[in-house]
């Protein structure tokens, strides 16, 4: 595949070092730069920049870009977190909710099973489908539900794409229609629009930042409620392993009119209630997690969520679960 400046070939010659047959000759001592990559990479960074691929190549039709390989995409808040490089993937989701005690719903349980696909159109845009999939409730004192979740899809463009420095800035849009089960809390309203900001930056050869912040808004203000919404994730390289941190925040400035009381709270992107007098509200979240390269085209990750904010609505812990394969 094509990376910019043809990164993974030029490497060698810009860091001024000798590299023979994906590995450094031995009268050359690595240092600065290249000592900080190779703490960070099992492979030589010119294989994992090419893909294996011989630099200089056009880019193929839907491939990801591989510019970025350092970065890895965050796990929790699925649903609006956002990866801000242009990547064709499937990304398959298990998440296991347990809701606090002292909800109506409590103490209970959730889970979800999702597919979120990705597909990048060009170097820059990409077309996302970040929400469906199958939920299965078990309430307190009440059988179980189970239905078919809201699907979401949008678009994604990557305005900022600087491969030198490592930095990205993408935003983008999503539409979830209400297609789901009324017995997941899903179907009720018009629709609901989600508009994002995302960035990523790598620093200290090692570690990532990545960060999206972004408005849900209703088409139908009674049916739905309205919230700003903000993720926050940090990795650091380790070989093909990535211990993280993520921190995410939703802020509700409306509430829906369905007659639902305030003490339901309200959903943190799987679900939108619409519930009533929740204008104000803050849900503060902290995940602690891991992701494993298995390859440049598979990754294997799960993070452990919980809250730390006075509310927790439908979040006692959390655990989610990914498997991601990527072209």
Known sequence: MRIHSCLGCGLATLLGVVVTNGAFADDATPSGPVATALGCLTSSPIALACDGNDCGQPRQRFASDRAFEGFIGPITNPVFS??????????FLFIHNNIPGDHPLGPGDFQAYGLQVRVALTERLTLIADKDGYAVIHP?????????????????????????????VSG???????SGEADVFQSHGDGIFSFFLTSGKEFGGCN????????????????????YYASVHL?????????????????????????????????????????SGVAGNDLVTFAVGGKFK????AELGAAWEFPISNRRDLIDNRLTVEFILRY
Not at 82 to 91: G, I, M, V, Y
């Open 82 to 91: 956002k990866d801000p490089r242009s990547l064709t993937e499937a990304r």
């Open 140 to 168: 307190k004192g009440g059988g179980t539900q189970d239905g078919w979740l809201n699907i979401g899809v949008g678009l994604k463009y990557v305005f900022v794409r600087d491969v030198e420095r490592q930095f990205l």
């Open 172 to 178: 983008g849009f999503m539409f979830e229609p209400q």
């Open 208 to 227: 990532h930042l990545l960060g999206t912040i972004g408005y849900q808004v209703p088409v139908n203000s009674n049916q739905n409620s309205s919230n």
């Open 235 to 275: 990795d650091r390289q380790i070989g093909r392993f990535y211990p993280l941190v993520e921190l995410n925040w939703f802020h509700w400035v409306a509430g829906g009119n369905r007659g639902l009381p305030p003490i339901l709270g309200e959903g943190d992107g799987l679900l939108n209630l619409g519930t």
């Open 294 to 297: 298995l390859s440049p085209h």
